[in-house]
């Protein structure tokens, strides 16, 4: 089974740790391709709306890469889970999943109402956007934003933790949560220490698209559950605009850095 | 890691041939325990909603007994998806799983319309409540009655088919449906052809819960993601009540027969 | 007209201060039947879904076996509404009501926004979810917990009504409540004071669940106006599947004590 | 018990014969005062908006006058139930019901799904609104339209009879309605008929309001459930500005005709 | 382009102010002419919803007026946005504008949040509930009450604008508005102010009124983009009805005083 | 005032036939500047979402480079309203409008239901969801799809107009519209026959986005109001990231043809 996580930004810096983190959660057997972008214009983060859409091109290439390429999902790892639509259309076999829609699956047995802890108040009204969009809605018991950007989350872990559990207490007392997601990709290596001091479920967002990816692709593998193509799923045509237009350059998907890893 | 798989009926007739299906497709370790219910009044199905409640207590018994006995998830196997939240309170660590939410949960990703082939016209009302409750309503193409009861479907599996691809086919073309979901545990057996011969993807409701449960399963033993305890998924006091009132019990759960499996 | 109050709890404790209270409160005519079940198993409350599922074969059975004694009407005096559907299923032509839904049709042409005193925050998700079900969401200004179980509410009734009023006072003056339902059949005694003392209505749920037995036992024997049997609401054929199976053992509800009134 | 019955048109015509109708389903000792509006501009119906908000200013008069005269209930004749909120504003202590509410809550616990025979399309989204509003429109099968005008059903009762029935057959077999609701007040006389052609509850709307009007007047005197004048229910004042400027002309109520009737 | 400006109350008062404001901000050739109404009962305001239903009447003739005499658009000038449905049905080929409808299309490109500044409590509800209507519920940030009635915000503009900094800064800060609508059409004066204190857009009412009447106007004109007279629009019928029962008194609509401005 | 119009499509076929159309349609002292993109990748059209995600980066670009130099107003002129979000978070003063919004703001006062004339089933569900987003969901009577692709309308007039024909009398008798929007921009020239034959408004997309963006930009440049630049609405820092990460190019725009034309 082989994975592409997709990284939808334009810096290296977290490929080969993120690569090392999925290799430790991966099921045996498991190829872990990770990805950034070659897009020049947003090194960082996608927290802003543009820049979200300016790597929108690259996504939906390196999503049809992968499908031509024969694997068999695709995270693209952000909690906006930017550009989903698009690029399962032209994922070929390759299933397509957002850390946002895969958290909220992961949760939905666990829990009855869920807070979100976010980085920026920012975000907030695009992801519950999404959420009421995937119908989870009436789970939502809050966001909690923590007042740090994308880039912050890693730089004073002390520190980040700290907000995230007040931001979490609070959620749980005030606002009826009974289980908490952490909402962005870069919240990593926290939910483990909050969870045991919480005592209720804390989700790694990444570590449940990269699992719920792994769960869907061995669906596909076993049962052929690949993506619908037929009509709002319906590809473009290969050949009659694909090929004559020149709507892709295969052999030059927007990828700028990339490590593989196998479990 | 250890499965129950619930047939929330009073017969034995399908355990063995469920453990055997189950067997082939669940992940190397897996074991798979298939129980039927001791529950003497409804042997045979239970599309009727007070049926369904005659076996509401057992079902909580038995998701109860598997929690105590170290299982990691429990499927309760019917499409109503009876009785979650009330098992859910008492399952301990282990995850409970319904075929509706699970099929939905399967689908999310691979289409944006789905219809749902089930046996009669008395079944929709109530399984269009569970789907919109879970979120998934603005996903519903249609719902589509073949005329058989729950026991008709192993009867005369040619005519089903014929049925079902039938009703498939009117739920693609009139009903705007983009993926298929076989709306009973008994319509298995067939997803394969139809999805061959529809070219959209056809979930079996039973496999695609019991390859949930088995994720689910996988990411509770992995990061800690048991079920909830606070606010609406608080457990009863264990010594204050449940022992104190005698409400289970314990050593004698209502099963009546029982296979094991493991992959 | 004869309407049967089901106490779906395992303690005769109530069953005759109930008949008292609902006899000062009946039509002349009216027969009333209060019941407790049978089930050994909870003998002092529902507030966990676990414990309501234990006796919800119970109530179903004692339901039909109103329809089938000639009760026009019966009340499941829980304000989860336990079951109403299955039990509706097997009623024959007897209404069946539950407090919730009767409160807020009951309030539904009084005031706009209304708050429901609970008892613990426990309670509050699956009313919540009732009350959406209903299509009432829309009238919720709060659910008001005051920290009391079911059990709780009659011990020391001067520290709850002085809870009471202060949970209600503030879902007026910060939630924008314009009325109060008392949100548990135990919550007896308390409405008229709170009344008074609020200014705004105060429905005792018990006494808007058994008044509306009343009035839909009234339309059911001058008009006829008896639960569908068509489609979702089709019964289980009696003689090929209840009779043939033994569903149900008619001779034999499980009911531990009764008390008869007559207004 | 008095209740007061709005002919929301201007002429008399219906008023002795509906004062007959709802002397024969009264309860005993219930007082009913069928009243016509004096209002010279619609005699016949209120089919289009632009005349329903004609009569407005006059339901809200005579309603007033009803809450100062001592009645305990108010119906407003008409299955658009034109101008609740505003007539519910200043009727005092009197509760004010329409035959839109009344029917649905009359039959929410009879059914699942319902389907509204109705005169005319024009008249559909206007009622749907209204039922929206109110939160049953889960429960809306169809709206069926027989293409008839308020003033046609009661000229060829057989011809409107072949035509309902036509109606309800098709909203039960093809709309999946399990009860039906017959949408105008002037489709009196039918249900009956239906119901035992039908087979499933057939729900008079005019009878439903007026019976309803009984039934809530019963608890206002009983329990003091009068309408909330809190927040949004808060009445005008009644001396700085209904007496100052003169609002209301309380002595001269636009009462057309009046029948009064005991049973 | 001539467009009706109706005072929906019973005083010239504002006329005269009114017509000069709009001059000021209307497009070279239009025409407008503000009125208020010859109702002698509510001579202020119409917070309360009866007064608002007394004044419908008047509402409907004075908008079919306008259409009769060829006026292009009509704005009725109350944030309830009253009786829409009635005045469009007779309106002609004239637009029927709404202050609460005109602002939230004016906001709904500029925002994603919005709060609506209010008098008072009491009109909340009604208020949201038209929001809702018209679908723009879910950019609701909060409606905030400066406790001021609709007479009174022009007393002090001081304290007015006091009230209203106070409540729009906790509508951004709190409630996370990102742009403040000023919900009433007596609270003019203050949006620039406003504005330039808080730093995001902040909508008058009445202007959003104006201006979004000029506009459809101008489509009307350019297009024939007039309102639809089918189903649910259709007019009553002119000879058979209006003419027959004298339903409008043409001659005389109920118009207090006018004045006539052109910009 | 200026407003740009962008044809999100890499051909300049469009460019001059549109700027001259709108020249016909416009204010006086409008200046319109259409505009294609360089992106040489989707000449022809977005039918497909990944075609549509492929431009965003450049519909990003060319609003950000329209606010920059002073333009009031961007139309980016598809009917999926592509990429409004991110577009209007750099546009600085200049409001960006979509054809499918700015056509139900046009038709929300003129009808109740609507349908919209589509060329394919492929695109219903992208619209439907971007509709039910806006809160229009109410409003959709249907999607009616005539089997043409973008590229085809314009082939053979009137077969496109026979087909359009016939969707709308369908949509219309068997729907229930009461307006139709023709939801493609190269719907365009069809309007005024249909709307003459129909006798229902019928609304041209791009005449309702281009008027509508002159509509807005006159309140902008008259009171003020531009993009609220709050929370969800926060523009990136230009310092610190835009200027400092290079996101964008703003000497070079991905214009690839651009004609200025003046009413």
Known sequence: MRIRFIEPIGTDTWVQPVAEALQKIANPGTEIEVVSLRNPHCPYHIEYHAYEGLVAGDIIKVTRDAGLKGFDAVVVSCFYDPYLREAREVSGNAV?????????????????????????????????????????????????????????????PQETERRMIAAAEEAIEKDGAEAIILGCTQEFGFYDTLQ?????????????????????????IRFGWTPSRKWSCEAPPEEAEIQAWGVFNDDDPPIDSSVTVRA
Chains 1, 2, 3, 4, 5, 6 share one sequence.
């Not at 699956?105 to 999404?130: D, F, P, Q, Y």
């Not at 790694?204 to 698209?209: E, I, L, M, T």
């Open 96 to 156: 397509v999943v957002g850390p946002c829609q895969a958290s909220f699956e992961t949760v939905a047995t666990l829990a009855n109402k869920v807070s979100v802890i976010v980085g920026r108040r920012k975000w907030i009204n695009h992801m519950e956007e999404r959420v009421r969009h995937y119908g989870y809605g009436h789970m939502l018991a809050s966001f909690k934003p923590v007042e740090l950007g994308v880039e912050d989350f890693q730089k004073d």
């Open 196 to 220: 045991q001091h919480l005592g209720v479920p804390v989700i790694d967002c990444a570590f449940a698209a990269f699992k719920r990816a792994e769960q869907l692709a061995d669906l596909k």
